[in-house]
């Protein structure tokens, strides 16, 4: 069983940066692929990044590339989202997620069995 808590959203302005942690449980988190998702108003959840069991396999989608990383820190049980350049269309309620399936990254919502309370992001312009 592996729990996820999200941190560090908040309101900013358009063109600021954030960065997000998600803290997890459990003593198999190094194994397990991590993904972070955001779901806005009205939208499905969609992906936004993924990152594989060490670090060595990411994945973005192309609406954050370039201003997005996402990283993982195995020995404090954490991953992160360094968010730089925030847009308009960037504010929703972001979730970190895990994969027990899985160690690689991944975009597949269905690959990953658990999920933080998620973390909103408020972007003003």
């Known amino acids: 069983q592996v729990q996820l808590v999200e941190s560090g959203g908040g309101l900013v302005q358009a063109g600021s940066s954030l960065r997000l942690s998600c803290a997890a449980s459990?003593?198999?988190?190094?194994?397990?692929?991590m993904g972070w998702f955001r779901q806005a108003p009205g939208k499905e959840r969609e992906f936004v990044a993924a990152?594989?069991?060490?670090?060595?396999?990411?994945w973005y989608a192309d609406s954050v590339k370039g201003r997005f990383t996402v990283s993982r820190d195995n020995a404090k049980n954490t991953i992160y989202l360094q968010m730089n350049s925030l847009k308009p269309e960037d504010p929703a309620v972001y979730y970190c997620?895990?994969?027990?399936?899985?160690?690689?990254?991944?975009?597949?919502?269905?690959?990953?069995?658990?999920w933080g309370q998620g973390t909103q992001v408020t972007v003003s312009s």
């Open positions: 997620a895990a994969s027990s399936k899985s160690t690689y990254a991944s975009n597949r919502y269905n690959l990953y069995d658990y």
């Open positions: 459990g003593r198999t988190f190094s194994s397990y692929g």
């Open positions: 990152i594989s069991w060490r670090g060595g396999n990411i």
